[in-house]
């Protein structure tokens, strides 16, 4: 079995890949705080965009994991590679990589960055029985799981993890910059539109939509329509920055992490709808929804739902309540915040140890 000492802990992040989006951030900001806490971190997932932006103290191992023919493989990498425990964060690898860790008697944590479909339940099941913990990165994603049969003994609630500057970006003053980013799909495409749509009625001096899919071609001969001053910058390694010359930032995930950080008044939209301008309000209920992705209730939004949120940004932004929000983001999300508890944990599952009342109380949170 293995035996997990402070002085030599190692971790095994497996992923899908390495390309652009909010898991492999994840990743990235996670193998940082674990780093700094003495951890030493390899990750293996099939190359993308973002292995380079890994951090220095992560080794990266090229190779997709997606196979039960993979099985023997994996099992002799584990006992050789002297890890601690492995971590998984997709449900491709999840499969094989649960099977060898019972094999090397290894513990498993999966981290689950979204909620599944009821398809997917019953296979996920198999895994969390295999697993020492598993980790969900807000309330609404735990009561999803805890829903379908996980019990609260195993989940693990936390944050996505961001490291904060200390000094807030200067706005340009005098206009109004807007930025939106996702990706424009068939899922997330409804939203772009209605961002679009409402962003007309602002009369904005800018507009920059950061992300790509099939339906970029028709969000831009929207805008240019709706005469939106819109530039379509596609996929970006370095959206913190882009927000930074914005005043409003608008999306979900970590890219409204990534607007609060960069001090912009944020409006959450997602795969599940817009909840409006995070305020000192909302905050926590923002928070819990992934700023949209997971929020359930909020389905049916529409272009006025929208153009109302972003009016509540603009006024977030003249009363000044947008530091406040950032200050609360900063406790909530920051590398120096959030990195500490997780190092705990990972030593606690690798240690066999319980982390009950170490995470969120995600019990308290109505969905």
């Not at 990266?60 to 492995?86: D, E, H, I, K």
Request: aromatic letters at 8%; one cysteine or more; a positive charge.
């Amino acid at each position: 079995m293995t035996v997990c000492h402070d002085s030599q802990v190692r971790l095994l992040i497996v992923n899908r890949d390495f390309n652009v989006g909010g898991g492999v951030t994840y990743i990235k900001h996670l193998g940082q705080a674990l780093s700094d806490h003495g951890w030493t971190i390899e990750i293996m997932a099939q190359k993308g965009e973002m292995a380079d932006e890994m951090p220095a103290g992560c080794k990266l191992r090229p190779t997709p994991v997606f196979s039960m023919l993979q099985l023997p493989f994996l099992v002799r990498r584990l006992r050789r590679g002297g890890y601690s425990v492995a971590n998984c964060h997709a449900y491709t690898p999840a499969p094989v990589l649960s099977v060898a860790c019972a094999a090397a008697k290894m513990p498993l944590i999966v981290t689950l960055h979204g909620p599944g479909g009821e398809k997917r339940h019953a296979q996920w099941a198999r895994i969390f029985h295999r697993s020492a913990a598993v980790v969900a990165l807000n309330e609404s994603i735990a009561h999803h799981y805890h829903s379908a049969g996980l019990p609260w003994e195993k989940l693990f609630v936390s944050r996505l993890l961001m490291p904060f500057r200390e000094t807030v970006p200067q706005k340009p003053e005098g206009t109004l910059r807007l930025a939106y980013c996702s990706r424009l799909s068939k899922s997330k495409g409804v939203m772009a539109e209605l961002f679009i749509r409402a962003a007309a009625t602002l009369g904005p001096d800018s507009v920059e939509i950061i992300g790509d899919g099939p339906l970029k071609k028709q969000l831009e001969e929207l805008a240019q329509k709706l005469k939106v001053p819109a530039n379509f910058s596609g996929n970006s390694h370095e959206v913190s920055s882009r927000l930074a010359r914005a005043h409003i930032g608008v999306g979900a995930g970590y890219v409204a992490v990534e607007a609060l950080e960069a001090g912009c008044a944020t409006v959450g939209i997602g795969f599940d709808g817009c909840i409006g301008a995070v305020t000192p309000a909302n905050f926590d209920d923002a928070v819990g929804r992934n700023f949209g992705d997971h929020a359930g209730r909020f389905l049916k939004s529409t272009v006025e739902d929208v153009a109302f949120s972003l009016q509540q940004a603009i006024s977030s932004l003249r009363s000044r309540e947008v530091h406040a929000v950032r200050d609360r983001a900063k406790q909530e999300f920051g590398l120096d915040k959030v990195g500490p508890t997780l190092a705990e944990f990972y030593r606690r599952v690798c240690l066999g140890q319980s982390f009950e009342g170490l995470g969120i109380d995600a019990k308290r949170f109505v969905v």
